[in-house]
């Protein structure tokens, strides 16, 4: 895998990079000072929602994520088993740093150069869906550039009252699909206005 920028021959598509990103029912992406980092719903006991999202980490091409993300998961997945676990540890990673970053997590490429430039370079090669996840600020600044096509939101039944939002301007977008669970989590999907429908 490569973050140089080669530009995609004529003609060629592009694979898509989908944001997965958690929210509260306040749209907060990021829990303020005092409240735990890991605000979100457990759902361990919800067996819809742990295949929803094997489904979705298992459909992923590369996960992309931040830094601190990444020394998170890179302590986690590879001790985990299911199938959440083995999309992950299976699945190429991309880290986008500007500084040096242990990589102890196999099949891990580290970008370090221009944001906007390094996620269209992964957009022209093979495989399967850009899917970044985990760190808002790398969130926001992928929202900030444009550079998301598809938003897959989890939207959990808390309320923070304060936080880091996940847009920070005017952002116009299309619902394309909601699912509900038993634990009081939604899935929601939403693609740019002008996509086409499937």
């Known amino acids: 895998?490569?973050?140089?920028?080669?530009?995609?021959?004529?003609g060629v598509l592009v694979r898509p990079l989908?944001?997965?990103?958690?929210?509260?029912?306040?749209?907060?992406?990021?829990?303020p000072d005092g409240v735990p980092a890991d605000f979100f719903l457990e759902y361990d006991?919800?067996?819809?929602?742990?295949?929803?999202?094997?489904?979705?980490?298992?459909?992923?091409?590369?996960?992309?994520m931040g830094a601190q993300a990444y020394r998170e998961m890179a302590g986690h997945w590879p001790y985990q088993d299911g199938p959440e676990a083995d999309a992950m540890n299976r699945i190429p990673k991309v880290v986008f740093s500007r500084r040096p970053i242990d990589t102890p997590w196999p099949t891990t490429t580290v970008c370090s150069g221009d944001l906007a430039a390094?996620?269209?370079a992964l957009k022209t090669q093979d495989g399967g869906p850009i899917l970044a996840h985990g760190g808002v600020r790398l969130a926001q600044a992928l929202v900030r550039a444009d550079l998301v096509d598809e938003y897959h939101l989890l939207?959990?039944?808390?309320?923070?009252?304060?936080?880091?939002p996940l847009f920070t301007d005017?952002?116009?977008?299309?619902?394309?699909?909601v699912k509900s669970f038993p634990r009081g989590n939604l899935a929601?999907?939403?693609?740019?206005?002008d996509t086409p429908a499937q």
């Open 188 to 193: 929601l999907t939403y693609t740019r206005p």
């Open 155 to 164: 939207v959990n039944p808390v309320a923070l009252g304060g936080g880091s």
């Open 45 to 64: 006991e919800d067996e819809e929602f742990v295949a929803h999202m094997a489904g979705v980490l298992g459909r992923a091409g590369v996960h992309a």
């Open 170 to 177: 005017f952002t116009k977008l299309k619902l394309v699909d």
């Open 118 to 120: 390094d996620v269209a």
């Open 18 to 31: 989908i944001l997965r990103h958690g929210l509260s029912l306040d749209g907060y992406a990021a829990a």
């Open 1 to 10: 895998m490569r973050c140089d920028r080669r530009p995609p021959p004529a």
